[in-house]
Nanobody
């Protein structure tokens, strides 16, 4: 059974930085895709960023230049470094692993950007 556990959310002010972490456990294949999605109240869950096992990244236009996704394959962990946070970044952030042809989701961590 594959499990994902996120951490690092919290309340920050506009312009602050925050780093999220997500660690996967279980039967993890070497080649997989990890990523972050977010969902604001009343809205759909949207892609934030993804990263392949080889390090190829993809970002939503709204976070390009502010967020950086990275991973540690030895630890099955993906990170999301978020800089210059804006109130519109407020959302539940969810880790997703695409592994062995199946998607797995974490339970999410809340990020609130407010003055």
């Amino acid at each position: 059974q594959v499990q994902l556990v996120e951490s690092g959310g919290g309340l920050v002010q506009p312009g602050d930085s925050l780093t999220l972490s997500c660690t996967a456990s279980g039967n993890i294949f070497r080649d997989n895709l990890m990523g972050w999605y977010r969902q604001a109240p009343g809205k759909d869950r949207d892609l934030v960023a993804t990263i392949t096992s080889g390090g190829r990244t993809n970002y939503a236009d709204s976070v390009k230049g502010r967020f950086t996704i990275s991973r540690d394959n030895a630890k099955n962990t993906v990170y999301l470094q978020m800089n210059s946070l804006k109130p519109e970044d407020t959302a539940g952030y969810y880790c997703r692993l695409y592994n062995g042809g199946l998607p797995y989701w974490g339970k999410g961590t809340l990020v609130t950007v407010s003055s």
